[in-house]
């Protein structure tokens, strides 16, 4: 169905996600504020809206699988592009993955030296407060 034969009501059920996807089917390529400038046209809301919300909304379209963010600053349908750009993406997200993984085992490798030596540091410590006094707010007030 297409977006402008859709009553308010009809729109108002919707998200504004899957209004841009309605959106981007029947335009194709569009920026962020246009996409939001066009649902809260469509929805009538206060122009305040956009303001309030564009960060918000921007979010939902980067967390959402159906959209995809060109190099343009444009966003369309990832159904429209092929396979082998999304996979570069996956495999990027897959190394990055990969490197945290070297590095948090690079630190618990090092936690596991830094526990021995700590033991000993206890020791000290337990020395350094021997002198240690603690006071009450009321004997420091009087001081």
């Known amino acids: 169905m297409s977006i402008k034969k859709m009553t308010k009501d009809e729109l108002e059920l919707l998200s504004h996600k899957d209004i841009t996807n309605l959106l981007l089917e029947e335009k194709g390529k569009q ?5 939001f400038n066009k649902i809260i046209n469509l929805l009538e809301l206060p122009t305040s809206t956009f303001d309030q919300k564009i960060g918000d909304y921007y979010t939902s379209l980067t967390t ?18 092929t396979s082998d750009k999304v ?14 993984e070297e590095v948090e085992e690079e630190t ?9 030596d700590d033991e000993s540091d206890l020791d000290d410590d337990d020395d350094d ?3 240690l006094v603690v006071l009450d707010e009321d004997e420091m007030d009087s001081e």
Request: charged content about 55%; cysteine-free.
């Open 31 to 35: 920026n962020t504020a246009d996409l």
């Open 64 to 81: 959402d699988k159906r959209f995809i963010l060109l190099e343009d600053g444009k966003w369309d349908l990832r159904s429209r592009y």
């Open 87 to 100: 996979i570069k993406v996956e495999e990027e997200e897959e190394e990055e993955e990969e490197e945290e």
């Open 108 to 116: 618990s490798d090092y936690d596991s030296i830094a526990n021995d």
């Open 129 to 131: 407060l021997k002198d």
